[in-house]
């Protein structure tokens, strides 16, 4: 493991982390952070609606971008990202803002890969 931590500090990534509420996931950050191994940013339900509201359209515009075949309409985009921790996470990263995102505890893996 001490080969893999090191490369973890390296690396200096940044971590969405979707599924915070998670017994699971708050062990996980005391051990990441102790180790410093990445910076992490951990979503809750809320998150969304405590960023900026500039930040907010330019996720929302990263999502509508990513979706375009679903044509989402900006309100559409805006209340998947309000509602789905996932979601946000792809766009955060999608949008250079984090480094990867980690999701699944709380869900089938398939629901993940967005």
Excluded: W
């Amino acid at each position: 493991m001490k080969i893999v931590y090191e490369r973890a500090r390296a690396a200096h990534a940044t971590i969405v982390l979707a599924e915070s509420e998670d017994e699971r996931v708050a062990e996980a950050v005391k051990m990441i952070t102790h180790e410093e191994l990445a910076t992490l940013i951990l979503l809750d339900k809320n998150s969304f609606s405590r960023l900026p509201e500039e930040e907010q359209e330019n996720l929302v515009e990263v999502v509508r971008t990513a979706l375009a075949e679903k044509g989402l309409s900006f309100e559409e985009a805006r209340a998947l990202l309000a509602s789905n921790t996932k979601y946000l996470a792809a766009a955060m990263v999608k949008a250079g803002k984090a480094d990867g995102y980690v999701a699944g505890n709380k869900c089938p893996t398939k629901e993940t890969i967005i």
